[in-house]
């Protein structure tokens, strides 16, 4: 035999290949792996070597020796495969207030490609990654627990993973104050009421037995 065999795995790692002709043969083989040629050289039967920069596939090799005076020339054909590489996934959230914008960041490989599905609920939304990562704002929240979910399906190169998080949106703390002057019997009484920001509800206000209440 002339091709031996080739070892390696999956993206990103380097493939041996191995040749492994009669003893004694020096000389020049042609190896071509996916079109591409590689001239290396025999020494005493035998030489191996590292291919880089091999995409997930399956793959034919092929050996050549042309012979010389001694020996014939020979050649062989062989099959490999590289695998897809797994990627691990992160997800990075914080905990918020109401109202407040909720930043999701997905982290990959960093030569993943493709996008990652983010889920809250009935709230799906497709990030495109780049350079491995993803991220999206999400608002109009309710408040409560969250949960999220994060799919990546893969690509040419990197087998699909998934992952989970969660973060609380809590309400917003209110102050109120009241701001009013002394006045005379008979007269009206003006009370300036000021709350939080963004406070809508109905504001409730005792004055002895009597009870108001303000918008």
Known sequence: ??????????????????????????????????????????????VNFTVSGLTARDYVISAFFMGNTEFELCNTTSTFKVHKKDTPITIEVTDIKVGETEIINVTVDSNATGNVLISIGSIHVYADLNKGRASVNITGLG??????????????????????????VTKLKT??????????????????IKTSANFTEVVTVTIGNKTYHTF
Do not use: C, M, W
């Open 1 to 46: 035999t002339i091709l031996d065999s080739v070892g390696g795995g999956s993206v990103g790692e380097n493939i041996t290949v191995y040749v492994n002709a009669t003893k004694g043969i020096n000389g020049p083989v042609y190896v071509t792996i996916a079109g591409v040629a590689y001239t290396r050289e025999l020494v005493d039967g035998k």
């Open 143 to 168: 408040v409560g627990k969250h949960n999220v979910t994060v799919i990546y399906v893969g690509d040419g190169n990197y087998n699909g993973n998934e992952t989970n998080g969660s973060f609380e």
């Open 175 to 192: 102050s109120i104050t009241i701001e009013t002057n002394n006045t005379y019997i008979g007269q009206p009484v003006e009370f300036i």
